[in-house]
């Protein structure tokens, strides 16, 4: 089955591209702890994602991407911290790719 990778674009508002970093630290145990395979974050400095972050996140299958999202919706934490990132950032982008091999 091919993994599947998550990947989420913010622009986080001025003066809180540092505070944002570190809620994304947050994210990141939280996803860990709940299966998700790898978490990384990539931070944009020139192009169209100039002074945003992108998330990525792989998952087993998309299956086990599901699962996990259902496990995540349902954590108090998991969602306290994405309440506050919604807050000091605009969410650009959301999207699902299976990995391909060619």
């Not at 994210?27 to 974050?41: D, I, P, R, Y």
């Not at 086990?64 to 934490?77: H, M, Q, R, S, V």
């Not at 807050?87 to 959301?94: P, R, V, Y």
């Amino acid at each position: 089955m091919a993994k599947l990778v998550e990947v989420t674009v913010a622009r986080p508002h001025p003066g809180k591209y540092a505070e944002f970093l570190e809620h994304c630290a947050n994210f990141k145990k939280l996803a860990l702890a709940a299966g998700v395979e790898e978490v990384w974050f990539n931070t944009g400095n020139v192009g169209r994602h100039l002074g945003c972050v992108v998330a990525y996140q792989v998952f087993a299958s998309g299956e086990n991407n599901g699962k996990i999202n259902d496990t995540l919706n349902e954590d108090p934490a998991f969602n306290a911290e994405v309440r506050k990132m919604s807050e000091i950032c605009d969410w650009l982008s959301h999207d699902s790719y299976y990995q391909t091999t060619i």
